[in-house]
């Protein structure tokens, strides 16, 4: 795996900390993303049908009843991103949850998204009650949590929404807690089954204790 050299800019950037680390994705974990980008759409006479588990092909044209190209999908996605702090918002409980695990671990975001939108989402994130360092990236995020962890054998967990980024962590670092967790519950139920080893939890009310106790406290 290849490792995005300005997400390890951003992580060089970073004060060194041998606490254990918990690295949070942010769409679907921190932020609700699937019902504010339907809301989104929906101003342009689109909609979403969660038919499976994608985006793409699931998007239609509420004129023709036609699916929109993939292309435009992307598209939107990438305006999206621009406006996003006039529609996301955060999962209830994240910030009280989060708040606690940050009492005793380094806590870092890590975001899939292009780096140009990096500003936007840092000051949606401070102004929603998360001050945490924001990292983003273009490749797979297992580089990115190894070089987080760095040479210190401390314990380490991930959450994310999508299945293959946990996957990616687990073959950089091997001993890595990892929990699937997705704001959008219709979407979620279309998911396939996840890997062997990623612990499914429902909401932050449950999360936090059990990545407390994963990290060892």
Same mark, same amino acid.
């Given at each position: 795996?290849?490792?995005?050299?300005?997400?390890?800019?951003?992580?060089?950037?970073?004060?060194?900390?041998?606490?254990?680390?918990?690295?949070?994705?942010?769409d679907?974990?921190?932020?609700?993303?699937?019902?504010?980008f339907t809301g989104?759409i929906?101003?342009q006479?689109?909609?979403?049908?969660?038919?499976?588990?994608?985006?793409?092909?699931?998007?239609?044209?509420?004129?023709?009843?036609?699916?929109?190209?993939?292309?435009?999908?992307?598209?939107?996605?990438?305006?999206?991103?621009?406006?996003?702090?006039?529609?996301?918002?955060? @999962? *209830? %409980?994240?910030? $009280?949850a989060?708040?606690?695990l940050?009492?005793?671990?380094? #806590?870092? +975001?890590?975001?899939?998204?292009?780096?140009?939108?990096?500003?936007?989402?840092?000051s949606?994130?401070?102004?929603?009650?998360?001050?945490?360092?924001?990292?983003?990236?273009?490749?797979?995020?297992?580089?990115?949590?190894?070089?987080?962890?760095?040479e210190?054998?401390?314990?380490?967990?991930?959450?994310?929404?999508?299945?293959?980024?946990?996957?990616?962590?687990?073959?950089?670092?091997?001993?890595?807690h990892?929990?699937?967790?997705?704001?959008?519950?219709?979407?979620?139920?279309?998911?396939?089954?996840? @890997? *062997? %080893?990623?612990? $499914?939890?429902e909401?932050?009310?449950?999360?936090?204790?059990? #990545?407390? +106790?994963?990290?060892?406290?």
């Amino acid at each position: 795996m290849s490792e995005d050299q300005e997400t390890a800019r951003q992580i060089a950037e970073l004060a060194r900390d041998d606490r254990p680390l918990l690295v949070l994705d942010v769409d679907e974990v921190v932020l609700e993303f699937i019902q504010p980008f339907t809301g989104f759409i929906g101003t342009q006479g689109l909609e979403l049908r969660a038919d499976s588990f994608r985006l793409h092909g699931n998007v239609f044209d509420l004129e023709t009843q036609a699916a929109i190209a993939d292309e435009r999908v992307s598209a939107l996605i990438e305006e999206f991103f621009v406006v996003q702090a006039d529609w996301q918002r955060c @999962p *209830e %409980g994240a910030t $009280e949850a989060i708040a606690t695990l940050a009492e005793r671990a380094e #806590i870092v +975001m890590l975001t899939a998204m292009p780096h140009r939108h990096r500003t936007t989402r840092r000051s949606l994130l401070d102004r929603l009650g998360f001050p945490y360092p924001l990292l983003t990236t273009e490749r797979a995020k297992g580089p990115a949590i190894q070089q987080l962890r760095g040479e210190h054998p401390r314990p380490v967990a991930f959450v994310d929404d999508i299945a293959h980024n946990l996957v990616s962590a687990r073959a950089c670092v091997a001993d890595a807690h990892l929990f699937h967790i997705m704001a959008h519950k219709g979407l979620r139920e279309l998911m396939p089954p996840l @890997p *062997e %080893g990623i612990v $499914e939890v429902e909401n932050w009310q449950e999360a936090m204790p059990k #990545i407390a +106790m994963a990290l060892g406290f």
